[in-house]
């Protein structure tokens, strides 16, 4: 089969697919806040990566930091919310397939909580590269 035989050959729509096009997109929309809401409920880290993130904005707000150490301050606390987002959809897949344990079951769970830790940490030395010089000018 051809490459434009296969783009545009007729696929089945999945369930979710009703609706014009403006009504599909509100409910990503919404199942996405959805999302959002169940972590800040359920998923105490991430109550501690939105303290985090008031914190590095109030401190960025104070000693005046520039746009690209905004740049920086803003990506990373995004992406940190978002891996640890990804975390838990992990967890829960998991937690769905088994909940005894189970060496992959594990390692799926370890791995992708390291992801979010690897960011945390990038995020710190980061923090430090920027604030730090900027504290010492008030002392």
Same mark, same amino acid.
Do not use: Q
């Given at each position: 089969?051809?490459?434009?035989?296969?783009?545009?050959?007729?696929?089945?729509?999945?369930?979710?697919?009703?609706?014009?096009?403006?009504?599909?997109?509100?409910?990503?929309?919404?199942?996405?806040?959805?999302?959002?809401?169940?972590?800040?409920?359920?998923?105490?880290?991430?109550?501690?990566?939105?303290? $985090?993130?008031?914190? %590095?904005? !109030?401190?960025? &707000? +104070?000693?005046? #930091?520039?746009? @690209?150490?905004?740049?920086? /301050? =803003? *990506?990373?606390?995004?992406?940190?919310?978002?891996?640890?987002?990804?975390?838990?959809?992990?967890?829960?897949?998991?937690?769905?397939?088994?909940?005894?344990?189970?060496?992959?079951?594990?390692? $799926?769970?370890?791995? %992708?909580? !390291?992801?979010? &830790? +690897?960011?945390? #940490?990038?995020? @710190?030395?980061?923090?430090? /590269? =920027? *604030?730090?010089?900027?504290?010492?000018?008030?002392?």
């Amino acid at each position: 089969m051809g490459l434009l035989a296969r783009f545009f050959r007729k696929t089945p729509k999945r369930n979710k697919d009703t609706g014009t096009a403006l009504e599909r997109y509100a409910k990503s929309f919404l199942h996405a806040i959805d999302g959002i809401i169940y972590c800040l409920r359920y998923e105490h880290n991430m109550i501690i990566i939105l303290a $985090a993130t008031i914190f %590095a904005i !109030s401190l960025g &707000l +104070i000693v005046d #930091i520039s746009n @690209f150490e905004w740049l920086f /301050i =803003i *990506f990373i606390c995004g992406a940190i919310a978002a891996t640890e987002m990804i975390n838990s959809a992990i967890e829960s897949v998991v937690d769905l397939v088994t909940t005894e344990f189970h060496p992959l079951a594990k390692i $799926a769970k370890d791995t %992708a909580s !390291s992801a979010t &830790l +690897i960011l945390c #940490i990038v995020a @710190f030395v980061g923090a430090i /590269i =920027i *604030f730090i010089p900027k504290i010492m000018e008030f002392m």
